[in-house]
């Protein structure tokens, strides 16, 4: 039996990470004997017809479509597409595009049923009981149409115990040197960690309810050995939605990492500011973690208190501090804009701490997903009227750029996005960016000495020159559409 995995199109010419999600369904579908292949929309930049082409030429007898919300309107219009090429074909979708939404998906689609959560067991499971003619309703952690168009649930597959039994994703399927293309560097996406302990009431989780489950560094290291020997990559960046979240792992995983084949390879991780503390930044310095994403969202108590974030204005500030005394860039940091009490002067706050630490301030609108407390609070406040336009409305505008829904007490759609505009905020001019980093330069050479100093400048000259020169060109607001031509 052969199974077809599509990633649909989101955010096209973006490209930036390979499908990891649909190449770890894959690889569990080819360990237990399918035939796959993944049609990469994103990875191989298909139009509409060339997807048409390929999908006509693919004789699956499943398809699988996954991706993230954002991804339902072209998810519903690629099982249409499966559906004229192939009348009896089963087709079934995964990723948050249907585990928040799968009653919604599977009444307005062509889909026959939902993967819930962690799809590598589940996803195999179902090929399984289609393939034999087995009732659905044995498969566990599935929510399906039977035949008189009714929707079922059925009982939850249980989350997977050791993640690193589970096989590499399947490299070979998706063309990796072309996301590679895109981004201008080698590196390598990786995922370690599933699930997340902490409740930002924004947050839309991949697998909801899950309790925080991880990899062993040892099995990291294995992997990251084995994507340097292949591909050659200069630096991996973790895929999770929150690496540092266990203090001890990530040490000993920094440790025996510059023990290791990878030592001199950089990487990038996700943090928190209240996680961050001196001991873990040497060890990540040392190890060549140049960069940490973090999500400060906004520098106003009262805001992060409605988030839900669990964090203090005075924790960020001792996190930015602490990452720039390590050399460790926060060119990721992610702000929101948009909450229900937002003003002008908390905006202000927020572009004053940027301005403060050399941070960029270009703000995400506050957009409730499903399955988030953030998309109840809509709900509940009437703000979301009908959730299937609601939905088809996020999927059109493809990314939090563009504003969904209006939460604020204070503004109206234009003023907010007028704000937002008059307050993205770029660091510093060259002339003051340049004095900055030689002022960090001869702290680090008194405090560490020389050599110490020529390893942070080798590895940070490029973030450097990069901080450097944005002023000299217009701000990069970005404009991606979901629309597929």
């Not at 929150?242 to 000993?252: S, T």
């Not at 996700?270 to 961050?276: C, F, N, T, Y």
């Amino acid at each position: 039996m052969k199974v077809c995995l599509i990633n649909p199109p989101v955010q096209m010419n973006r490209r930036l990470w390979y499908p990891i999600g649909i190449c770890y369904v894959a690889a569990s579908l080819l360990k237990a004997g399918f035939d796959v292949e993944i049609i990469d929309v994103i990875g191989e930049n298909l139009s509409r017809e060339n997807f048409k082409k390929r999908l006509s030429d693919c004789h699956a007898d499943a398809f699988g479509i996954g991706g993230l919300i954002m991804a339902f309107n072209n998810a519903v219009d690629i099982a249409q597409m499966i559906r004229e090429t192939y009348p009896e074909s089963f087709i079934f979708a995964g990723n948050t595009v249907g585990s928040t939404i799968p009653e919604i998906l599977l009444q307005n689609s062509q889909i026959n049923a939902i993967v819930m959560g962690e799809g590598e067991i589940t996803t195999v499971n179902l090929i399984k009981a289609v393939k034999n003619g087995r009732k659905l309703e044995d498969v566990k952690g599935i929510v399906f149409k039977n035949q008189k168009g009714g929707i079922i649930h059925t009982s939850p597959q249980p989350p997977i115990e050791n993640l690193d039994d589970l096989p590499y994703p399947a490299w070979d399927l998706v063309p990796l040197n072309n996301y590679f293309e895109n981004i201008g560097r080698k590196v390598y996406p990786i995922s370690s960690v599933r699930g997340c302990p902490y409740n930002c009431i924004f947050c839309c989780k991949t697998f909801i309810g899950y309790r925080v489950r991880s990899r062993s560094p040892e099995s990291i290291l294995k992997e990251l050995i084995e994507v340097k020997k292949r591909f050659d990559v200069s630096s991996f960046a973790f895929f999770d939605d929150l690496f540092i979240y266990n203090k001890k792992r990530v040490m000993k995983f920094c440790a025996l990492k510059m023990e290791s084949q990878v030592s001199d390879l950089e990487w990038e991780a996700s943090a928190r500011v209240d996680l961050i503390n001196e001991e873990l930044c040497k060890a990540l310095s040392k190890s060549h973690c140049i960069e940490l994403g973090i999500g400060f969202e906004s520098n106003t108590q009262q805001i992060l208190d409605f988030y839900k974030k669990g964090i203090t204005v005075e924790q960020c500030q001792n996190a930015a501090d602490l990452c720039r005394e390590h050399g460790i860039s926060l060119s990721g940091a992610s702000f929101l804009i948009g909450a229900p009490d937002e003003t002008y002067n908390t905006v202000k706050a927020s572009v004053d701490f940027c301005k403060k630490n050399r941070l960029r301030y270009e703000p995400h609108f506050v957009t409730p997903y499903p399955q988030t407390a953030l998309y109840d609070y809509a709900l509940q406040k009437g703000l979301i009227k009908d959730e299937l336009e609601y939905i088809r409305k996020i999927s059109k505008i493809g990314n939090t750029n563009y504003l969904a829904v209006n939460l604020t007490d204070n503004f109206t759609d234009e003023e907010l996005y007028a704000l937002r505009k008059k307050s993205i905020y770029f660091p510093a001019t060259p002339y003051k960016t340049v004095k900055f980093y030689i002022g960090e330069g001869i702290k680090i050479l008194r405090r560490d000495g020389p050599l110490e100093l020529i390893n942070k400048t080798r590895r940070h000259l490029p973030q450097v020159f990069e901080v450097i020169i944005s002023p000299i060109r217009p701000p990069k607001t970005e404009k991606y559409s979901n629309e597929w031509d």
